[in-house]
C-alpha cells in the first residue's frame, strides 16, 4: 500500500522573488567584471531649530575615500573604494558595496553654506548646515499697557 504526502508549496512574495533574481543576476554581473545597478548608500536628511543636517552610512569606508562639493545649493557627496583582493571560493552573497557612487542633496535655502561642517565617525557620514539667523525661529515680546 503506498501512501501519498502532500508537497508543500511556500509562497514566496513577488518582491521577495524579484529581489532575490535582481541579486542573482547583479553578482552574475560582477563575476564578469561588470557592474549590476548602480550603488547608493542610505541616507537620512533632516532638519531641526539650529540646521540642517544629511547623514551618509557608509561602514567600512575610509575618509579618504570621500569628497564633499557645494555647488549652487546643491550638496554633492561622493565615494570610491576598490574592493580588496577577493577571499577565495566562491561568493554565494556579495552584498557589501564597494566601487563608486555619488548623491546629490538639494539644499534648503534657510541654510549658510559657507558654515558646513562634516564628520565621519561609526560608518556615518554627516553633514551640518546651520540656519542663517534671519530663518531661526524667534520670540517677539508683546508690549503691553
Known amino acids: 500500500m503506498s501512501s501519498y504526502v502532500p508537497t508543500v508549496v511556500s509562497s514566496i512574495s513577488p518582491d521577495l522573488f524579484n529581489r532575490q533574481i535582481d541579486r542573482m543576476f547583479d553578482e552574475a554581473l560582477r563575476a564578469f567584471g561588470t557592474s549590476g545597478q548602480p550603488w547608493s548608500p542610505a541616507c537620512n536628511a533632516w532638519e ?16 579618504k575615500d570621500l569628497s564633499l562639493e557645494i555647488d549652487n545649493q546643491v550638496l554633492t557627496v561622493k565615494g570610491e573604494r576598490r574592493e580588496e583582493g577577493a577571499p577565495e571560493g566562491v561568493y554565494h552573497l556579495h552584498e557589501i558595496a564597494g566601487g563608486r557612487f555619488v548623491r546629490l542633496f538639494k539644499l534648503p535655502a534657510f541654510v549658510d553654506q559657507d558654515k558646513a561642517s562634516a564628520t565621519h565617525k561609526h560608518g556615518l557620514l554627516t553633514v551640518s548646515f546651520p540656519k542663517r539667523e534671519e530663518a531661526k525661529c524667534r520670540r517677539i515680546m508683546i508690549e503691553g499697557t
Open 48 to 63: 531641526d531649530g539650529d540646521g540642517f543636517y544629511v547623514e551618509v552610512a557608509l561602514p567600512g569606508w575610509e575618509t
